[in-house]
């Protein structure tokens, strides 16, 4: 009932998983944002200093309006005769084309507007506008959709081409896409980076399906029509060159931005926007724009596609699955070892692609595989642990019935004795003289309570010295030694055993105030091989030692009694135990005696009660 409690609960635990890792994967594909994003950035950046700065391309170039064009100009903003001028040089430098990064919003004085309007209208320009979004995207619109823009003067906006700046950043503020396309009041208008890609090419890109065709390349996008951006390095790796700079020296304005793609805007202390990035905490905006344009023309736009972000999914959905089945079939380390190597194969798969330029997901396997592996790696766990505990019980009550040792051998070890075998071991066996008289006095109750101190007596007297109570007869024991498993020692332990249990005997006797009916305690040893086998039914089995050994050390018992002595060992044993490195004193007498139901007598040794005790006997060396 347990185990299929267990089986249903497994089951139900890879159907939740199942479904876990399936829900994220399905909101990964669909672009749905989500708390999984914050880990996906933080996991990003460190894929991206790991593969370290790389060269920008050589055709794009941003005049900045930096501290030194402020001071000179004297104010901020600077006004549009100075942009006109600075236009004027940026066109006679040879410049392909240009981009300003600058609201030019609102009216100024007629001839400065007019002059403005001249010099944008003399090359291709794109100039920017800015949109405002709601701060939640209504779930219909496939592009972004700004609430209202702040577009630049109307002059201006007929001179020269106007496109969107905005930028995706993630929660840490640090931009990671660029729409390249807007929804509009006029319609679906490409972005400011878009624009000024045109200008420079002389031809517009022209959109697919999932990307844009630039020069008859396509360029793979993300969802929405969103560029992934591929940072070059810390602000400055694009090449920056000051707007001042450029006005005084001619030459040097020609050599710097002559049939390259310039992008004009504010890099000046205190103004302008500002970005952190991977590899800098304060990025210009308008290197974060000459980023997404760098990154479309020499086509090292991050690839994550439709097909990357199902790649990602199914790899989220694979390792939640892969890693449950081995917490489920393998042990619960070697499940860890390999659930964390898949983790890690995954991983390194992404930095790899990553540094072809392909943008796989680290998070999402992650997040989608752990909380359900660790939930089931817990269950696993809780099992085991409640099967153990079962286990133990079950052993502990098997000890009450069998003695501990092969209790916890046979729990180890099911087959333990299947097959009987024989081995030399040392029997002894003992029994109390007057008992019978006894349990009739005290009565089932009381006698019963003498018997179990009696056999709590000869358990542990038995255990210190390593013998094996294999079966309690009534008054009597039957001691094993060198059951499971021989020693070199067995009969020495016997023999002693046998003195220390009429010693503790006759203390309990006297302690107990039994003397008057319980005459004697008396005591059989013999040693030789025996059979240790699984007696009874297949389904009701004990473990039980016979053979002659068995026998002969329970008519010693008889011996003893027919000639007064408490202890009754036969040389066999006394031998062993000389052999086994114990060596006997010398006994009182040597017989040799009739054992009933054996043709040939058989030499013993004999000790009184009074003999045995320690003052009266010799038993030199211990083990």
């Known amino acids: 009932m347990k185990l299929k409690l267990y089986v249903c609960l497994v089951v139900l635990a890879m159907i939740v998983g199942a479904v876990w890792a399936g829900s994220l994967a399905l909101g990964h594909v669909a672009g749905r944002a989500s708390v999984l994003d914050r880990l996906e950035t933080v996991l990003l950046d460190l894929r991206i200093h790991i593969k370290g700065p790389r060269e920008a391309p050589q055709d794009v170039v941003i005049v900045a309006i930096d501290d030194q064009t402020v001071a000179a100009a004297g104010h901020y903003p600077v006004d549009r005769v100075f942009l006109t001028e600075l236009v ?4 006679d430098a040879g410049a392909k084309a240009l981009a300003i990064d600058i609201l030019l919003m609102g009216k100024s004085n007629e001839a400065a507007d007019t002059g403005l309007a001249t010099a944008l209208a003399s090359l291709p ?6 949109g405002q979004f709601p701060l939640e995207r209504a779930a219909a619109v496939l592009v972004p959709a700004p609430e209202t823009e702040l577009r630049p003067f109307e002059a201006f906006a007929e001179a020269a081409s106007v496109g969107l700046v905005n930028v ?18 006029q319609g679906l208008a490409p972005s400011f980076g878009m624009l000024a890609v045109a200008g420079f090419l002389g031809a517009p890109p022209s959109v697919t399906a999932e990307g844009i065709r630039i020069s008859g390349r396509v360029q793979s996008l993300d969802l929405q029509w969103q560029q992934p951006l591929n940072y070059y390095g810390k602000g400055g790796t694009i090449r920056t060159v000051s707007a001042q700079s450029l006005l005084q020296d001619a030459a040097a304005a020609k050599a710097a931005i002559g049939g390259r793609l310039v992008l004009l805007g504010v890099t000046a202390s205190a103004v302008g926007d500002r970005f952190s990035s991977p590899f800098d905490p304060i990025l210009p905006g308008v290197e974060v724009l000459s980023t997404g344009i760098a990154n479309l023309l020499d086509g090292s736009v991050l690839l994550r596609d439709s097909r990357v972000r199902s790649f990602d999914a199914l790899a989220a959905v694979s390792i939640t699955l892969l890693g449950m089945a081995v917490v489920v079939f393998l042990p619960l380390a070697s499940a860890t070892i390999v659930y964390l190597l898949l983790l890690l194969g995954w991983l390194t798969v992404v930095v790899i692609c990553f ?9 999402l396997p992650i997040a989608a595989s752990v909380p359900p592996v660790v939930a089931l790696a817990v269950l696993r766990e809780g099992f085991e642990w409640f099967r153990v505990r079962r286990l133990v019980a079950a052993r502990e009550a098997l ?5 501990p040792d092969l209790a916890r051998r046979i ?3 099911p087959g333990f004795l299947l097959v009987p075998r024989e081995q030399p071991v040392a029997i002894l066996f003992i029994d109390l003289a007057g008992y019978t008289a006894l349990s009739e006095k005290l009565g089932p109750a009381r006698t019963r309570d003498v018997l179990k101190a009696f056999h709590t007596l000869v358990v542990n007297e038995a255990a210190r010295n390593k013998g094996l109570v294999l079966d309690f007869m009534g008054d009597g024991a039957m001691i094993g030694f060198g059951i499971p498993d021989a020693g070199p020692k067995d009969a020495a332990d016997a023999c002693r055993c046998a003195f220390d249990l009429v010693v503790a005997v006759r203390g309990w006797i006297l302690a107990s105030g039994l003397d008057a009916e319980i005459r004697d305690v008396r005591l059989g040893g013999h040693f030789g091989p025996v059979v240790l086998s699984r ?6 089995q004990q ?3 016979t053979g002659d050994c068995v026998n002969v050390a329970s008519r010693l018992m008889e011996v003893g009694k027919s000639r007064g002595a408490s202890i009754v060992l036969s040389t066999a044993l006394t031998k062993a135990a000389e052999v086994g490195g114990e060596m006997l004193g010398m006994p009182p007498r040597r017989e040799a005696v009739a054992i009933r139901g054996r043709v040939q007598e058989l030499e013993v040794a004999l000790w009184t009660a009074d003999e045995a005790m320690p003052e009266r006997r010799t038993l030199s060396a211990t083990n």
């Open 168 to 185: 995706s950043t993630d929660a840490g503020g640090t931009p990671r896409h660029i729409p390249l396309i807007f929804k509009t009041d």
């Open 411 to 413: 729990a180890d070890d």
């Open 125 to 130: 320009t794109v100039i920017a506008a800015g």
């Open 355 to 363: 540094n072809q330029g392909i943008w796989l997901n680290a998070a």
């Open 535 to 540: 007696l009874g039914h297949e389904n009701q």
């Open 88 to 91: 004027d040089r940026i066109r």
């Open 543 to 545: 473990i039980a030692a």
């Open 399 to 403: 000890s009450r019935f069998q003695a």
